[in-house]
């Protein structure tokens, strides 16, 4: 069967911080399942090109005081997405492009980055576990992120050297 296209767009996704460890002194086989997932998110819209959002999502994995054997991992990305017919669709569906789709894509990206990576670790391929966004959803609370956006400032001005003759 033929796909029907979305109207949303991810433009661009890509990983802006990455930390990645390995527990070397274990010698057994972790149990991945095991491990607590931490995950964070904001969604910044653009005022000016209407239809246009960024969503970025981090994610610790196994990084609290008391980890587990194996691998732990902290990633910070960002995806630049667009709604096509942004005018046209009712604002429930907007909410669903924005929280219900572009979230999933972030995770699925994240996942297939953390696969890769870790596919020749010493511990073999891990795998992020599928998380229940209704559940997240419905528990998360914007006013507690901890992702901080810091307004941008203004260029500073060299002072250009004068050339030696």
Same mark, same amino acid.
């Given at each position: 069967?033929?796909?029907?296209?979305s109207?949303?767009?991810?433009?661009?996704?890509n990983?802006?911080?990455?930390?990645?460890?390995?527990?070397?002194?274990f010698?057994?086989?972790?149990?991945?399942?095991?491990?607590? !997932?931490?995950?964070?998110?904001?969604?910044?819209t653009?005022? !000016?090109?209407?239809?246009?959002?960024?969503?970025?999502?981090?994610?610790?994995?196994?990084?609290?005081?008391?980890?587990? @054997?194996?691998?732990s991992f902290?990633?910070l990305?960002i995806?630049?997405?667009?709604?096509?017919?942004?005018?046209?669709?009712?604002?429930?569906?907007?909410?669903?492009?924005?929280?219900?789709?572009?979230? @999933?894509?972030?995770i699925?990206?994240c996942?297939?980055?953390l696969?890769? !990576?870790?596919?020749?670790?010493?511990f073999?391929?891990?795998?992020?576990?599928?998380?229940?966004?209704?559940h997240?959803l419905?528990n998360?609370? @914007?006013?507690?992120?901890?992702?901080?956006?810091?307004e941008?400032?203004? @260029?500073?001005?060299?002072k250009?050297?004068?050339s030696?003759?």
């Amino acid at each position: 069967m033929e796909i029907k296209k979305s109207d949303l767009i991810l433009q661009d996704f890509n990983v802006l911080n990455f930390s990645f460890k390995t527990d070397n002194s274990f010698k057994g086989i972790p149990e991945f399942q095991n491990y607590i !997932v931490d995950m964070d998110f904001k969604i910044l819209t653009d005022k !000016v090109k209407i239809g246009e959002f960024i969503n970025i999502l981090a994610m610790n994995i196994n990084t609290q005081k008391l980890k587990l @054997p194996g691998y732990s991992f902290s990633i910070l990305t960002i995806g630049k997405f667009y709604i096509n017919n942004f005018k046209s669709h009712p604002d429930k569906e907007k909410n669903n492009f924005i929280f219900r789709s572009s979230l @999933p894509m972030m995770i699925a990206n994240c996942r297939a980055f953390l696969s890769n !990576v870790s596919a020749f670790g010493k511990f073999g391929k891990y795998s992020l576990p599928s998380i229940d966004i209704t559940h997240f959803l419905n528990n998360y609370k @914007p006013e507690d992120s901890k992702i901080k956006i810091v307004e941008k400032s203004k @260029p500073v001005k060299l002072k250009k050297n004068k050339s030696r003759k």
